[in-house]
């Protein structure tokens, strides 16, 4: 997922080069998008780790 973060954000800064602004827009806000989801359920990941007593995975 955080793969895909980036891989949207690389194309917006490359649309936003280029003078495409509205497609650099939308692959920004993507990125935003996906990166949050990321964090939540990165938390959420940590909290469950967290409640069974067991050390997350690296």
């Known amino acids: 997922m955080l793969g895909w973060t980036l891989m949207f954000l690389v ?3 490359i ?3 280029l003078g495409f602004g509205g ?3 939308m692959a ?3 990125a935003k998008i996906i990166f ?3 964090i939540v359920l990165l ?3 940590l909290v469950v780790s967290a ?3 067991k ?3 690296a």
């Open 51 to 53: 409640i069974r007593g």
């Open 28 to 30: 920004a806000g993507i």
């Open 36 to 38: 949050f989801i990321f």
């Open 43 to 45: 938390v959420i990941s």
């Open 11 to 13: 194309i917006a800064i």
């Open 55 to 57: 050390a997350p995975k």
């Open 15 to 17: 649309a936003g080069v």
């Open 23 to 25: 497609i650099a827009g």
